[in-house]
């Protein structure tokens, strides 16, 4: 009997050395999860925002965010009225390697990619129009509409700053500066071309479609570069 209360006594123990460990550890580990960063950028992506919460404090932290911007430029050439809109919409998913514990980082992941771009031009019926495929005295509209194939495009890149450890010039409160250098891979860019008149054929189309898409090529790769400002909370 005295045995077994040596024994509950010692469990008893047992259990408050635990408890008073765990008491002590959870402070730590909550200011830990404490260290999420708010970034607000902008930079060839459009406006954007991105939120960091770290993985491994000062090494490895995971970033997700979303970036808009739209642009609606026009020229008229040779008579040919253009008009676009373009609308930029990506969705980064990250992870920032900082190699030196220090503000510098790696950074990879994925880019959802919802860029699209609308193209209108208006020939007008006295001037010829593109590539010569339409009949003489009428007025067409000629519409495209671009994506690009990769809805998931892969990212590289290295950047400034911890926005899940800011403490940017040392100021009291936890502000830091955040930019980002690197690209995304989003691969060949698809055309759907259509004209308003019902009188050019598909062949014409498709070569119409087909240049454009080699004039878009270039942009397989999109290059990313933002600056901003991240505050840690």
């Keep these: 009997m005295a045995a077994r209360q040596i024994i509950k006594g010692i469990r008893g123990r047992i259990l408050q050395l635990v408890i008073g460990m765990m008491l002590l550890i959870l402070p730590v580990q909550a200011q830990a999860l404490l260290g999420i960063g708010v970034t607000g950028k902008v930079g060839t992506t459009g406006l954007g925002a991105d939120l ?4 491994i404090p ?3 932290n995971l970033r997700a965010g979303y970036n808009y911007g739209e642009w609606r430029p026009s020229t008229t050439q040779g008579g040919i009225n253009y008009k676009a809109d373009v609308r930029l919409e ?11 514990h220090g503000n ?8 959802l990619n919802r860029t699209e771009i609308d193209l209108s031009s208006f020939v007008d019926a006295n001037d010829v129009g593109l590539g010569d495929i339409f009949p003489p005295g009428t007025n067409v509209t000629l519409n495209a509409n671009v994506s690009w194939s990769k809805d998931y495009a892969p990212y590289f890149g290295i ?22 250098l690197g690209a995304y891979y989003q691969g060949s860019p698809d055309v759907i071309l259509t004209e308003s008149t019902g009188t050019v054929t598909p062949a ?30």
């Design 52 to 55: 960091t919460v770290p993985l």
């Design 58 to 60: 000062n090494w490895i």
């Design 90 to 100: 990506t969705t980064p998913l990250l992870i920032d390697i900082h190699p030196f």
């Design 104 to 111: 510098f980082r790696i950074t990879g992941g994925v880019y």
């Design 159 to 180: 950047g400034y700053g911890n926005a899940a450890d800011a403490n940017f010039l040392d100021l009291p409160i936890a502000v830091g500066l955040s930019i980002d």
């Design 204 to 233: 014409n189309l498709a070569v119409e479609a087909a240049q454009l898409k080699e004039d878009l090529s270039e942009f397989k790769f999109f290059p990313v570069l933002t600056i901003g400002i991240h505050i840690r909370f």
